[in-house]
């Protein structure tokens, strides 16, 4: 564990491996918490990094991919996402891109790095805005089933705003470009989409 200088620590005095699959392990760790009280936590370990991608068109128009979510079983509209690789994000942002619309980009542009739930996980994610874009052929893997909605990106920026989005991620990504636009801090073509 790692220490804020002058700050107590998690102190772990013993670990168990209660579950393992190829996504995702769990750990419990009976511990001292900072201020030396007994107690158990349980760490969910993801084993790839989550990627996404806002992808934005010279017309001002961006993607929603739509599936049914498993764990607390709703539908979902979110930008492109979903597992990657720590050695190769871009990469892997680049196929979840191709695999989930069939689009392809020359410009990339790193928009966020984020914990996603620091609590309970040490998933962490990175975020991509692409522009530039070429249409092709989506080929989602044989578990999704998809939807995809083409809208201007200002629209979904303000799904993201009234809650229609409730994906983390993706409410950070398009917050994010949205301010570093209004900040002057995106390629003025680009920026254009969201003002």
């Known amino acids: 564990m790692t220490e804020q200088v002058g700050q107590p620590v998690w102190q772990v005095l013993e670990t168990r491996k209660v579950y393992d699959n190829p996504w995702i392990g769990v750990t419990e760790h009976d511990v001292l918490d900072p201020n030396g009280n007994p107690g158990l936590y349980g760490v969910v370990r993801v ?12 017309e001002g128009m961006t993607w929603l991919v739509g599936q049914q979510r498993f764990p607390r079983d709703y539908y979902s509209w979110e930008l492109p996402e979903g597992g990657g690789d720590f050695d190769d ?3 892997s942002a680049e196929r979840e891109l191709l695999e989930e619309t069939g689009l392809t ?6 928009l966020v790095r984020m914990d996603l739930s620091n609590a309970i996980t040490d998933e962490q994610a990175m975020g991509f805005l692409a522009w530039d874009l ?3 052929t989506a080929a989602p893997e044989a578990c999704e089933r998809l939807e ?8 979904v920026v303000e ?31 680009l920026a254009r989409h969201f003002l």
Not at 148 to 155: E, M, Q, S, T, Y
């Open 159 to 189: 799904m993201a705003l009234n809650g229609e989005i409730v994906d983390a991620f993706s409410q950070a990504m398009l917050l994010k470009a949205d301010l570093l636009a209004r900040r002057g801090a995106l390629p003025g073509d």
């Open 89 to 91: 994000p871009r990469g």
């Open 105 to 110: 980009a020359a410009s990339w542009q790193e």
């Open 148 to 155: 995809i909605r083409r809208l201007p990106v200002r629209d």
């Open 134 to 136: 070429a249409e092709g």
């Open 47 to 58: 084993k790839g990094l989550a990627v996404g991608v806002l992808p934005v068109d010279g």
